[in-house]
């Protein structure tokens, strides 16, 4: 078996099993991953690979097959616990794992008659990749318990990175990598674009992608991900850890990223009562413009900071990060001083799974120090006016992005036209207008006119909601700077 389709269903019918007993999607994915590294572990230490493996001996694949019912299951709970306490990519993997499947049985049954008698080492890394992306994007498309708010849509990832054209050579990251879809769109553009030499694939596989990603369970699907593919097979490129925390230096030549949606950065406490409660967290580094709780400004600030001078960023922000007042003006001022915040796309809505989101992808290009403002145009296209999509019915694709690509011009960015989609907008013009709104509108939206047009309730809703917490967001800063 070589077809990555029928990999993904030969897995994911399996998972119908499961779900009787409750298990969901990304349990059922977590489960695979911790047992299909193991596999692997088991095949790299064989013929014709003959690698040293760091996996203690009584924690490997070999020890899983040699015990059945209740003895099974105890020894696979222990092995989750001690892989989890180990360094590197085995840590990453199984930190904080559980054993979800009740039934030892059905354990035994998954470890010997779907990953056993599979060599996955010798399915091609396209083949197996592809899989493993197929059980994610299953994953997020389940509503009800999946990971969703970890997946960007994979005709915008391509698209983005399409125009960013990474290069071999550069030091790519993404500091809220999810499950690595930029990283793994980045890799495939530059392998299908450049001819290499040896070193240098080496180098792309092993010192090319780094990421960050705080929520343990999408950072081991990201690892996973990364290593089903053939990148950074031995090492580990994904921190779990906040990226916003401290400021590791100027040291990548290109940001991808798609930052979490949710405006505030918050920690759990407890209150004098007893009870857990959110407390607001701002964010304070000597490198930033503007002390703000307001994640997404606090991502954009960070993004700028890590990037070499002349580095490229692309990054998916929601609406209010282009108006609100307060740090979001000021954010918005010094990122067009230091940078060439050259381009904006105002995405639709309904290409998330996060519901009513509206957002915006902005690429920029950090600068050196400079007395005169680096951005002097900003091109903005629109494809969010009078565009309806959906999930299911009407998913957003790839051809659907094709015509941003072209105004874009990838090949030579200052050789631009305006159409009614893409327009351009001066750096005088847009300081004139009130907060330094980045939020223009153009063209005509139907719905205004048509009843029949109008939009869903949860983005009307979601807009109201958007406009009420900047409001309240400037208020509280007025409050803490005075």
Request: glycine fraction near 6%.
């Amino acid at each position: 078996m070589t077809d990555s389709k029928q990999l993904v269903q030969k897995l994911w019918n399996y998972c119908d099993i499961l779900r009787d007993d409750g298990l969901s999607y990304g349990d059922y994915v977590e489960q695979l991953t911790f047992l299909l590294f193991l596999k692997m572990d088991d095949e790299r230490i064989k013929p014709p690979f003959n690698k040293k493996s760091d996996i203690p001996k009584e924690y490997n694949w070999q020890s899983l097959l040699a015990k059945d019912g209740a003895e099974l299951e105890a020894h696979y709970i222990k092995t989750l616990q001690e892989l989890g306490k180990q360094e590197g990519i085995i840590g990453v993997i199984f930190r904080k794992a559980q054993n979800r499947i009740q039934d030892p049985a059905k354990i035994r049954k998954l470890i010997v008659e779907l990953i056993d008698k599979e060599n996955w080492l010798s399915l091609e890394a396209d083949v197996k990749g592809d899989a493993y992306e197929g059980l994610l994007e299953k994953n997020a498309v389940d509503v009800k318990g999946g990971a969703g708010q970890y997946f960007t849509p994979r005709a915008l990832i391509d698209a983005m990175v399409e125009v960013m054209k990474p290069e071999p050579g550069m030091k790519i990251h993404d500091p809220a990598c999810g499950t690595g879809g930029f990283l793994l769109s980045a890799y495939n553009y530059i392998v299908k674009h450049h001819q290499m030499d040896r070193d240098q694939k080496h180098e792309l596989k092993h010192k090319t992608f780094t990421g960050n990603e705080i929520v343990p369970m999408a950072a081991r699907l990201c690892v996973m991900n990364l290593y089903l593919h053939g990148i950074n097979g031995e090492e580990n490129p994904i921190m779990v850890e906040d990226s916003l925390k401290n400021n590791p230096g100027a040291i990548y030549d290109m940001v991808l990223t798609n930052p979490p949606f949710g405006k505030k950065s918050s920690e759990t406490i407890i209150t004098e009562t007893g009870k857990e409660a959110k407390k607001d967290l701002t964010i304070v580094r000597d490198d930033f413009w503007a002390k703000t709780s307001n994640k997404q400004l606090n991502f954009l600030q960070h993004v700028r900071s890590i990037l070499k001078i002349n580095g490229k960023a692309a990054i998916v922000l929601p609406d209010n990060v282009l108006f609100e007042g307060g740090a979001g003006g000021t954010v918005r001022k010094k990122l067009m001083q230091t940078c060439d915040l050259h381009t904006i796309i105002r995405l639709p809505t309904g290409v998330f799974y996060a519901q009513g989101v509206k957002a915006n992808v902005l690429f920029f290009d950090k600068k050196e120090a400079s007395e005169k403002s680096w951005t002097s145009k900003v091109w903005i296209y629109d494809l969010r006016t009078n565009k309806n999509f959906t999930l299911k019915e009407n998913p957003l694709k790839f051809e659907d992005l094709k015509d941003f690509i072209k105004c874009y011009n990838p090949e030579n960015r200052f050789d631009r036209k305006e159409t009614e989609q893409f327009k351009c907008f001066g750096y005088e013009e847009i300081l004139k207008r009130d907060k330094t709104n980045l939020d223009v509108l153009w063209i005509k939206d139907k719905c205004l006119d048509d009843l029949e047009n109008l939009q869903y309730p949860d983005v009307i809703a979601n807009e109201l909601i958007e406009e009420l917490e900047g409001a309240l967001e400037h208020l509280r800063e007025i409050n803490f700077n005075s």
